[in-house]
């Protein structure tokens, strides 16, 4: 039997920021073994139509069993569990080609909205049962974060086995807001590892 693949990605750099801790965290679990399943690491490029074209491409050549999408949310205090894709761009920040997006659909004909299919409520449960700051959202922006989740979530909706997928958002590095000089939230980077080792953890025993 084919072993299984847990297709976890992350998110270049985009504006205003100089680093995007997902990139890491998606290098860094390239290649780990979680149960029966080997986790394949990518990093998705901040592009209206590549970031797209990039994930369907991972899908037709890894058919993963889990997709992880993980995004930066600048901000956000906890990491958050993306519970819906809306089908809609409207970006308040140009993409990194320049591009600004607004009141488009993510696909035309596409339905208005899609549920992420991973079990979030468990993932939820052991992250905060480790100490782990995490909530249910119920809105992944309008950006290239909730474009990438839709795009999976309507790539995989009429296929007969479809893989389970979900998006997570981490907050700034602290390092990110020492620069920036804003009161605002940060995470660890060695939290969000973990915090993505118990979710791969939650969706390869499920
Ligand atoms: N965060 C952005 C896009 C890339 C990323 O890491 C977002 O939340 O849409």
């Not at 394949?40 to 899908?59: E, K, M, Q, T």
């Not at 992944?140 to 998006?167: D, I, K, S």
């Amino acid at each position: 039997m084919r072993e299984r693949t847990i297709l976890v990605t992350g998110f270049e750099p985009f504006t205003p920021h100089k680093v995007n801790p997902t990139e890491e965290l998606a290098r860094s679990v390239d290649g780990v073994r979680v149960g029966d399943a080997v986790v394949r690491g990518a990093v998705l490029p901040v592009h209206h139509a590549d970031a797209a074209s990039r994930v369907l491409a991972l899908l037709e050549a890894l058919h993963p069993a889990v997709v992880l999408h993980l995004g930066l949310a600048g901000g956000r205090a906890r990491i958050a569990l993306e519970r819906v894709a809306v089908n809609v761009m409207d970006y308040a920040v140009p993409d990194n080609a320049g591009c600004q997006k607004a009141d488009e659909p993510c696909v035309a004909t596409g339905a208005v909205a899609y549920f992420a299919t991973l079990p979030l409520r468990a993932i939820l449960g052991r992250l905060t049962d480790a100490g782990i700051p995490a909530y249910l959202s119920d809105t992944a922006g309008t950006y290239l974060c909730n474009q990438t989740l839709y795009t999976t979530l309507h790539a995989v909706a009429a296929v007969p086995a479809p893989p389970r997928v979900g998006f997570l958002h981490v907050p700034l590095l602290p390092s990110m807001v020492a620069a920036s000089g804003l009161d605002q939230a940060s995470m660890d980077i060695v939290i969000m590892r973990r915090a993505v080792e118990i979710a791969l953890e939650v969706v390869a025993g499920a």
